[in-house]
């Protein structure tokens, strides 16, 4: 066979359409994973020259934060060029460059995409509080004051205040739910919609293999503006900053969450669905209703692809009984839709610290997490087993918690530089000075530190990721529950005959488990095997049965 004919459609493998069901995604957020040309700030090239870093953990795919050009207020979560990089980060051609190596490398790349709201400089803003008539005046949601001067409504900014703000120009508020320099995109207007999908095609066509989406439910208003009911106090659950935020205290029926916005995400997944094997993955930022907004958003196939809150983002201490409470809930309540875990993000308390995690009690959810039914998003530095790090007032970069300092300290904590190396004061994020403060303690938890060191976090993340992809059971089975409750969570993943016991001791003593009934051979997993009938302390089980075991 010639190489033509090798190259023939005919003896090319068709791309998995369902990578994305069980993939494990790896976060990354640019600014601090590493700067390439000593400015302080991470870059597209610097992860460029850590991507085997990331391959080397076993990931399917990276999902990379933010790097369009922006004022940077709320650090490119304020757009004001959706089709080009920041200098900052680089050029569209290092863009290029990073999908190259990255596909190379075996890892799909998923984009952040921010398309609730653009920067103020945006230039569709810039016309569209020109005038009341321009052909974008009804590009943002625009209304006028109530008769006293007052805002339309009682709706709150996520970050404080009112979500309206005055505009001199067009002598008319704009909504805002996040910064006054954020304002919200009208999704009602079709044209704003055809905008946003042409966005979406020009990032696809570049060769990016989906997008995760931010505040995938802020989409679309109340066309009435009408008031948000306010919420009982004892179901203020948010996970940021529940305690000092009145954003907190409403109902948030009419300001998020609207019906309009499921046909819009057709209309989205039809675009994705033009390419190969694209997928997309859905943050859903709602505390009282979020399960719901999964299922609708995740379910029939004809919108995203996966979605993931935050039951497991709060500070809420994650025992037994809630696990398996959040497990049923989902279990019962996601129908044919997927949910995507984590426990770490950039915008919350690292884990390790939220839940006051020794290191053992880490790579033991660690393994929970990657045992759930669902995908999976690991946060940059979670492998290493980093804590949230202390971030002085005065170096403080987050505008949340400039904002709210000191009962809540914002998100400058886990946004910290990556350490590579203990023996350098950056830890080899940069020759320059870093944007935020390096974490001295994170210093002897860099990546050279625990390479090659087989009782390390970094080691236990490695063999969990391959253990994981070496049982399709885990990644894309169905779910059991079996026990949750007095320290141990357990659970059955079954796939095509094979069904593998997940039982976790999620306490500092050893307890007894009643094994299911059945023939049950143990894996070769990272943990060690247990002595029935006892688990030990933060320990984790894993057996066979069925089609493939053989022990």
């Known amino acids: 066979m010639n190489l033509m004919q090798d190259m023939s459609p005919a003896h090319v493998a068709a791309p998995d359409k369902d990578w994305w069901r069980g993939a494990v995604i790896y976060q990354i957020y640019p600014r601090s994973f590493q700067d390439s040309n000593g400015d302080g700030i991470g870059d597209l090239s610097g992860i460029i020259h850590r991507l085997d870093h990331i391959a080397g953990l076993g990931v399917d795919a990276i999902w990379i934060s933010p790097f369009f050009r922006s004022p940077m207020l709320d650090f490119g979560y304020d757009v004001s060029d959706y089709r080009d990089v920041d200098p900052m980060f680089g050029t569209l051609g290092d863009f290029d460059a990073l999908i190259a190596r990255a596909h190379e490398l075996g890892l799909k790349v998923l984009i952040d995409l921010v398309i609730s709201h ?11 509080r020109q005038s009341r008539e321009n052909s974008r005046s009804d590009w943002y949601v625009w209304a006028d004051a109530k008769p006293d001067g007052t805002p339309p409504n009682n709706w709150l900014s996520i970050f404080g205040g009112s979500a309206w703000e005055w505009d001199g120009e067009r002598m008319q508020y704009y909504l805002h739910n996040f910064l006054t320099q954020q304002p919200d995109l009208n999704l009602h207007n079709p044209d ?78 039809a675009v994705l669905d033009e390419f190969p094997a694209a997928a997309a993955v859905g943050e859903v930022g709602d505390a009282q209703r979020g399960l719901e907004i999964q299922a609708d958003y995740t379910s029939g196939g004809d919108k995203v692809h996966m979605c993931y809150s935050f039951e497991f983002l709060s500070g809420i201490a994650p025992t037994a009984d809630r696990v398996g409470e959040v497990l049923s809930r989902y279990e019962d309540g996601i129908g044919d839709g997927w949910a995507c875990w ?83 004061g950056n830890g080899g994020f940069t020759e320059g000075k870093p944007w935020l403060p390096i974490a001295v303690e994170h210093l002897a938890q860099s990546v050279s530190a625990q390479d090659g060191q087989d009782d390390s976090m970094l080691a236990f993340y490695r063999r969990m990721i391959a253990f994981r992809a070496t049982e399709p059971a885990l990644s894309k089975g169905s779910f059991e529950l079996l026990r949750a409750g007095d320290g141990i969570v357990a659970f059955i993943r079954e796939h095509d005959g094979r069904r593998v016991l997940c039982a976790f001791n999620l306490s500092d003593a050893p307890l007894e488990f009643d094994w299911p009934e059945g023939d049950w051979t143990p894996l070769a997993a990272p943990f060690e095997q247990a002595k029935r009938p006892f688990i030990g302390p933060w320990q984790a089980v894993f057996a066979a049965s069925g089609e493939g075991t053989d022990g």
Request: some cysteine.
């Open 342 to 424: 984590a426990f770490s993000n950039h915008d919350v308390v690292r884990h390790a610290t939220r839940w006051a995690l020794s290191p053992a009690a880490q790579r033991n959810y660690a393994a929970l997490l990657l045992a759930m039914r669902g995908s999976v998003c690991l946060y940059q530095g979670e492998e290493l087993g980093l804590t949230e790090a202390y971030v002085p007032y005065e170096h403080l970069q987050d505008p949340y918690g400039i904002r709210f300092w000191p009962k809540f300290k914002g998100r400058d904590g886990c946004r910290t530089p990556m350490p590579w190396v203990t023996d350098n």
């Open 118 to 128: 653009t920067s103020d400089q945006h230039a569709w803003f810039q016309e569209s």
């Open 192 to 269: 704003v919609q055809d905008a946003l999908l042409d966005v979406v095609r020009f990032w696809l066509e570049r060769g990016v293999d989906g997008f995760r989406l931010d505040t995938i439910n802020f989409y679309f208003h109340d066309k009435e503006l009408r008031d948000n009911p306010a919420l009982n106090p004892e179901e203020r659950n948010a996970t940021i900053a529940p305690e000092v935020n009145p954003y907190n205290w409403q109902d948030h029926l009419y300001d998020k969450n609207q019906p309009e916005n499921l046909d819009f995400l057709k209309r989205f997944r």
